[in-house]
């Protein structure tokens, strides 16, 4: 069973920057995908950035230029290094984890158009960890 635990969330003014880290563990190999999505009261989760196995990284035009994600496989360890942030930006962020090949298609499909996740469209998920961007 594979459990995921963010961390790194917090409270920065605007055009600071967080680096999330979402850590994996329970991990037996094989292909994946995993992803970043933030979520505020009464949304959906925006998926905003995803990464496979072979390293395909996929971004939500909202954050392309200021986010990036990144992965330490040694680690298994999932990154993502928030800068120039804004108050829009603030949400509870969480990872996400899927070993399907439909299921890691559905994901990159979310990212790059801009769209929203349910809880139940992915096998793993995080706790999430709040990040407030203040003006």
């Known amino acids: 069973q594979v459990q995921l635990m963010e961390s790194g969330g917090g409270s920065v003014q605007t055009g600071g920057s967080l680096r999330l880290s979402c850590a994996a563990s329970?991990?037996?190999?094989?292909?994946?995908?995993m992803g970043w999505f933030r979520q505020t009261p009464g949304k959906e989760r925006e998926a905003l950035a995803s990464?496979?196995?072979?390293?395909?990284?996929y971004y939500r035009d909202s954050v392309k230029g200021r986010f990036t994600i990144s992965q330490d496989s040694a680690k298994n360890t999932l990154y993502l290094q928030m800068n120039s942030l804004k108050p829009e930006d603030t949400a509870v962020y969480y990872c996400a984890a899927e070993s399907a090949f439909p299921e890691c298609i559905k994901m990159q499909t979310q990212v790059i158009l801009g769209a929203s996740a349910s809880a139940t469209d992915f096998s793993y998920w995080g706790q999430g960890t709040q990040v407030t961007v203040s003006s």
């Open positions: 990464i496979d196995t072979y390293g395909k990284i």
């Open positions: 329970g991990y037996t190999g094989g292909k994946y995908c």
